[in-house]
């Protein structure tokens, strides 16, 4: 199956590139990173139709079946460009329903990255949430803890991808 790694982080070089890098490795998947593209927040006149948001959710839906969210944990959250992404997902609820009603045969699933391990199951929400507004399958989702003095994966952690990995092969 087909998917796809989309990340978003406010620095290209950080904790959450690293691990995209590692999930790549593992799984051979291809990914984006949403700094690559320019797109703004939701707007009720749509008056951004002609930015890049449109254009990359139509290859994102005809090339991909999976979706693997990547974020750092920002103030106990998804960084701000993967919360715009979400956002303009309304997109495709009102000015491209046709684009939107074929998000029901994907998966979607996220990984995050941070120096703590403090998230809980409420970090998780805002994509389990989505996924069944949009109809879309939750596959899974996992924390990998980044050490602080190394700027490297935290012990355990490059196993929990492969594990991560294997869910989502799974499915």
Request: glycine residues 4%.
């Given at each position: 199956?087909?998917?796809?790694?989309?990340?978003?982080?406010?620095?290209?070089?950080?904790?959450?590139?690293?691990?995209?890098?590692?999930?790549?490795?593992h799984s051979g998947?291809?990914?984006?990173?949403?700094?690559?593209?320019?797109?703004?927040?939701?707007?009720?006149?749509?008056?951004?139709?002609?930015?890049?948001?449109?254009?990359?959710?139509?290859?994102?839906?005809?090339?991909?079946?999976?979706?693997?969210?990547?974020?750092?944990?920002?103030?106990?959250?998804?960084?701000?460009?993967?919360?715009?992404?979400?956002?303009?997902?309304s997109d495709l609820?009102?000015?491209?329903?046709?684009?939107?009603?074929?998000?029901?045969?994907?998966?979607?699933?996220?990984?995050?990255?941070?120096g703590g391990n403090?998230?809980?199951?409420?970090?998780?929400?805002?994509?389990?949430?989505?996924?069944?507004?949009?109809?879309?399958?939750?596959?899974?989702?996992?924390?990998?803890?980044?050490?602080?003095?190394?700027?490297?994966?935290?012990?355990?952690?490059?196993?929990?991808?492969?594990?991560?990995?294997?869910?989502?092969?799974?499915?």
């Open positions: 199956m087909s998917a796809i790694i989309i990340s978003g982080s406010s620095r290209n070089d950080g904790n959450t590139s690293r691990v995209v890098k590692i999930l790549q490795n998947w291809e990914s984006i990173d949403l700094n690559n593209y320019q797109f703004t927040y939701y707007d009720y006149l749509h008056e951004n139709r002609h930015d890049d948001f449109l254009p990359l959710m139509t290859t994102l839906i005809d090339k991909y079946e999976i979706f693997i969210f990547a974020t750092p944990v920002y103030w106990y959250s998804m960084s701000g460009i993967m919360k715009v992404f979400f956002d303009r997902i609820l009102t000015i491209e329903k046709e684009l939107g009603r074929r998000l029901r045969t994907k998966k979607m699933a996220a990984i995050s990255a941070s403090d998230l809980g199951n409420i970090f998780w929400l805002p994509f389990r949430k989505s996924a069944v507004y949009l109809g879309m399958k939750y596959l899974g989702d996992v924390h990998i803890k980044m050490n602080k003095t190394h700027d490297d994966l935290a012990p355990g952690m490059e196993s929990a991808i492969i594990e991560f990995v294997q869910l989502l092969n799974k499915s």
